[in-house]
Nanobody, 127 residues
Framework: QVQLVESGGGLVQPGGSLRLSCAASGRIFSIHAMAWYREAPGKQRELVAA??????????????TYADSAKGRFTISRDNAKNTVYLQMNSLKPEDTAVYYCNADLSTAGWDSRGYWGQGTQVTVSS
């Protein structure tokens, strides 16, 4: 079975930085995309950043997407060899406080494709 495990959350002062990690394990044939979502109390879960594989050799690094609130502050990256995605968060604000969830769109048998979720990691930016 596939498992996504997040780490790196914690308490940080406004303006500080955190790096979240999400490692995918289990029977994985291919990971097509990975993303970070967050869910703050009383708010709907929202996309923070996503990274996809390129469709050609020259685009093998993939492409990235960021929420407007994350642009310029957050950076998503992926280590394909480790099946791990990272979210570097700088200049953190109290509004960034939320549970951050890792998501992966992957195949386990080469022909299938579905999404998987991690358990989440708490990020608290104190004011």
């Amino acid at each position: 079975q596939v498992q996504l495990v997040e780490s790196g959350g914690g308490l940080v002062q406004p303006g500080g930085s955190l790096r979240l990690s999400c490692a995918a394990s289990g029977r994985i044939f291919s990971i097509h995309a990975m993303a970070w979502y967050r869910e703050a109390p009383g708010k709907q879960r929202e996309l923070v950043a996503a990274i996809r594989s390129g469709g050609s050799t020259i685009r093998s690094g993939g492409s990235t997407t960021y929420a407007d609130s994350a642009k310029g502050r957050f950076t998503i990256s992926r280590d394909n060899a480790k099946n791990t995605v990272y979210l570097q968060m700088n200049s953190l604000k109290p509004e960034d406080t939320a549970v951050y969830y890792c998501n992966a769109d992957l195949s386990t048998a080469g022909w299938d494709s579905r999404g998987y979720w991690g358990q989440g990691t708490q990020v608290t930016v104190s004011s």
